[in-house]
C-alpha cells in the first residue's frame, strides 16, 4: 500500500493527513492539539517525515497509525462515567 503524506505544520491550525494514494481516502488525521501532543511525546519526528530515506518515512507512518489506532480503542472502551 502506497500513502501520501499531507501536512501543513507551521500554520495557526496544523494538522497531518495520510492517504491511501490508490483510493485517495484519509487513512489517518491529526490536528492541533493532538498533533502538538504527538510531537511532545516524541511519537511524531517532523524530520523524519522529510527523510529521503523511504524506510524511515515508513517506520514514522507505521507509528502513527499504531498510536493513533490505539488511543482511538482505548477511548472506545473507556466506561462512561457520567451516567
Known amino acids: 500500500m502506497t500513502y501520501l503524506i499531507d501536512a501543513w505544520l507551521d ?3 496544523p494538522y497531518l493527513r495520510i492517504i491511501n494514494r490508490l483510493t485517495g481516502n484519509v487513512c489517518l488525521q ?6 502538538e ?15 529521503p530515506e523511504p524506510s ?6 507505521r507509528q502513527l497509525f499504531l498510536l493513533c489506532y490505539a488511543q482511538t480503542a ?3 472502551t ?3 462515567l457520567a451516567g
Do not use: F, M
Request: net charge negative.
Open 30 to 35: 491529526v490536528q492541533g492539539e493532538d498533533l
Open 74 to 76: 482505548r477511548l472506545s
Open 37 to 51: 501532543d504527538l510531537r511532545e511525546q516524541g511519537a511524531l519526528d517532523i524530520h523524519d517525515l522529510n527523510s
Open 56 to 61: 524511515v518515512i515508513k517506520e514514522q507512518i
Open 78 to 80: 473507556t466506561p462512561d
Open 11 to 13: 500554520r495557526p491550525q
